[in-house]
């Protein structure tokens, strides 16, 4: 199961970068990405990095966040920047692996607030 890390209180204008690890050894992860989930809404896709690198990012984060995956590793971080209070929420990682098909993580909270 994905771990995740790095969630807490930033103001509004500020930064914070996740971390996502998924322990087990080898497990040939070939897609990676971030969701959340803001009170009273349903979870969103924020953004994704395939195996080959290839990236994608909602519109509402692009240009501010970035993902990246450490390289042949079973790590995933989102770095955000330019936070504003619409950030606020529950963020997940979830995976795809050939060895272990798909797993959420438990989330963990980003609050944006002054």
């Known amino acids: 199961q994905p771990v995740e890390s790095g969630g807490g209180l930033v103001q509004p204008g500020g930064s914070l970068t996740l971390s996502c690890v998924v322990p087990g050894g080898n497990l040939n992860i070939v897609y990676m990405a971030w969701y959340r989930q803001a009170p009273g809404k349903q979870r969103e896709f924020v953004a994704s990095?395939?195996?080959?690198?290839?990236?994608n990012y909602a519109d509402s984060v692009k240009g501010r966040f970035t993902i990246s995956r450490a390289n042949g590793e079973n790590t995933v971080s989102l770095q955000m920047e330019s936070l504003g209070t619409e950030d606020t929420a529950v963020y997940y990682c979830?995976?795809?692996?050939?060895?272990?098909?798909?797993?959420w993580g438990l989330g963990t909270q980003v609050t944006v607030s002054s």
């Open positions: 979830y995976i795809q692996g050939t060895k272990i098909g798909t797993a």
């Open positions: 990095v395939f195996e080959n690198d290839f990236v």
